[in-house]
C-alpha cells in the first residue's frame, strides 16, 4: 500500500520539523524518524488504529505528542494531519 499527504499536512510537517531542529539541533531529526515510523506501521496494517469520525483513523507518534490523521481511499494511505495533539482537534476537517 502506499501513501500521500493532502498538501497542509506536508507543511505541517515540515514546519514541526523545523520547530524541533530550531529547539534542539538533531530533535528534529528524531521527530521526522518516528513519524515516519508511524506511516510505516499504517502502511503495514491501516485497520489497526481506531476510527475517529467517518472512516478517518489515527495513529500516535511515539515519543512526540503527535498523531497521523488519516484515511484509506482506493488502496492507498491519505494523510489529513501531523496533528499536534494539544491543538484544536477538529482543525484538519476542512481537508476531507
Not at 539541533?25 to 489497526?48: K, M
Request: charged share 25%; hydrophobic share 40%.
Amino acid at each position: 500500500m502506499t501513501f500521500s499527504f493532502h498538501p497542509e499536512a506536508k507543511d505541517e510537517l515540515n514546519k514541526d520539523i523545523e520547530y524541533y531542529e530550531n529547539c534542539e539541533p538533531g530533535l528534529g531529526y528524531d521527530f521526522s524518524i518516528e513519524v515516519h515510523v508511524a506511516i510505516q506501521n499504517i502502511v503495514n496494517y491501516p485497520t489497526a488504529w481506531p476510527i475517529i469520525g467517518e472512516d478517518i483513523r489515527r495513529c500516535l507518534v511515539n515519543r512526540f505528542p503527535y498523531g497521523i490523521i488519516y484515511s484509506i481511499e482506493r488502496g492507498e494511505i491519505f494523510i489529513l494531519a501531523v496533528m499536534h495533539l494539544r491543538r484544536h482537534p477538529d482543525y484538519w476537517k476542512n481537508r476531507l
